[in-house]
């Protein structure tokens, strides 16, 4: 295994100084700077297409997981209802009509659907009605709760506007008056030497 330490480096930067000469050193060490720097960003651009790649695969996974049921199922009513082919409809006998006589069941799916429309708007009724019921439910509560908060703000507007509650008036009046300053004294005159 190849290590470098110390010693070593100053070896090659002496060797560097003398082969190249002190002019132009500042110059091959940027040029190399910046090559590291080309291959450090070619590293870089490798790194995040092959994440890129991984990730299109999941992709791809993710969709197979999604369409596939969904073309087996394809598949199976397929299996199931008329097969088309070239010469027509072929039936399978899958569905058959109640009544033996009927060539198709066309009728009979028919009034399958509006049975299902009906239990379907039915259905679709009564969500609306809990819908507006819990709609205007919520919105009571609503409006009560700002009934409440506008009651609170009005005690607390109150409470701020009274200067002081009557026993703090009461305690006020009871404080007892400052003491008096002592008069402050006058500076004693100063005594000057007469010369003879």
């Known amino acids: 295994m190849l290590s470098i330490g110390w010693p070593e480096m100053m070896l090659v930067a002496a060797a560097a100084l003398i082969i190249v000469g002190p002019r132009d050193l500042p110059m091959l060490l940027k040029n190399i700077g910046n090559i590291v720097g080309k291959v450090r960003r070619m590293g870089n651009d490798f790194k995040a297409e092959i994440n890129k790649a991984t990730a299109f695969d999941e992709i791809k996974d993710i969709k197979s997981s999604i369409t596939q049921p969904l073309t087996d199922t394809r598949r199976e009513i397929e299996q199931d209802f008329n ?33 299902t429309a009906e239990t379907a708007s039915a259905a679709a009724k009564a969500s609306m009605a809990a819908a507006v019921t819990t709609a205007t439910t919520a919105k009571a509560a609503k409006a009560k709760e700002k009934k409440e908060l506008q009651a609170l703000q009005d005690v607390q507007n109150l409470t701020e506007n009274d200067p002081a509650p009557p026993a703090r008036k009461a305690r006020a009046s009871k ?11 006058k500076p004693a005159a100063k005594r000057t030497k007469k010369n003879d």
């Open 83 to 115: 097969k088309i082919t070239d010469f027509g409809v072929e039936p399978t006998g899958a569905i058959k009509s109640k009544n033996p006589d009927a060539t198709d069941v066309y009728d009979e799916i028919k009034a399958a659907s509006a049975k």
């Open 175 to 185: 404080k007892k008056p400052a003491a008096k300053k002592a008069p402050a004294r």
